[in-house]
């Protein structure tokens, strides 16, 4: 992996949930690369055994489920045993779900056979607010006390939906605004104890989880990419590489020692555009 810059990692130990994913792989990547030990959790053990294998020595993966707290802590105890206690945390663990999906942008009289509004499951907002919100308040509550004593970094993954919901995913959007103001809130709370909290909202990149929203069977782009597309200045869709830079400068306390509760676009320019 080629680094936009280095920085010292090497007494670092750091926890990345849904490290099999494809963003989380690289950020585990890149913080190995500056010399951190890293432990990768994902309920898909054999993903993040991928990532960790092509890491080397210095990985461990451990398949966790970030909603089970018995389980987090199984996995904490697991890198006491081979790494220490842990000073460094990404909270990567989320993602959407169709049961709380709608077809539609707006509501309106001619939908019928669409999936409106109302008929939004229950059990997929659950699934959604569980999947973003209480896998980070969960993972927080067991990695984050290892560092009240000794100070540290927690890095939460947001969205560009927390600055402005996008059409058609409410409950992501809500969750992900959910995790914002939960980066906010523990920024302050854990001030005292020398811990920063900060989150990194990524625009659109395309992952395992969206492409099939963004790209026809055939490869041809969909609507909702030309959308996409046509609210960002940047007019391309981001590359996990874009999103390294900002990550090395939250996770170095000589760069960024001094910056706690910020939520940090990296989105090519979507948030600042209103599409006129």
Request: contains cysteine.
């Amino acid at each position: 992996m080629k680094l936009p810059y280095q920085i010292d990692l090497s007494d670092k130990v750091v926890v990345v949930t849904g490290a099999g994913g494809v963003l989380m792989s690289e950020f585990a990547r890149a913080l190995a690369a500056c010399g951190a030990k890293v432990a990768l959790l994902d309920i898909n053990e054999k993903a993040a055994k991928e990532v960790a294998d092509s890491i080397g020595v210095n990985a461990l993966a451990i398949g966790t489920n970030c909603l089970d707290k018995a389980s987090i802590v199984a996995a904490c105890d697991e890198i006491h045993a081979k790494f220490g206690k842990v000073n460094f945390l990404i909270n990567g663990a989320g993602g959407n779900n169709p049961r709380a999906s709608t077809d539609n942008e707006y509501m309106t009289p001619d939908l019928e056979g669409a999936k409106t509004f109302f008929d939004l499951e229950e059990s997929g907002l659950k699934f959604c607010f569980d999947l973003n919100i209480t896998s980070a308040f969960l993972v927080t509550q067991v990695f984050a006390a290892d560092m009240t004593e000794t100070g540290g970094n927690i890095i939460n993954i947001s969205s560009m939906n927390a600055f402005r919901p996008l059409t058609k995913i409410p409950a992501y959007s809500a969750a992900k605004a959910g995790i914002s103001n939960f980066t906010q809130w523990l920024a302050v709370h854990f001030a005292p104890c020398g811990i920063r909290v900060n989150a990194i909202a990524p625009g659109f990149f395309v992952t395992n989880q969206n492409r099939a929203l963004l790209f026809n069977e055939d490869g041809t782009p969909t609507a909702r990419t030309g959308k996409i597309l046509g609210g960002t200045p940047q007019k391309r869709f981001g590359e996990v590489s874009d999103l390294i830079g900002t990550l090395l400068w939250l996770a170095s306390d000589d760069a960024s020692g001094f910056v706690t509760g910020v939520i940090v676009p990296v989105d090519g320019g979507f948030n600042a555009y209103s599409g006129v």
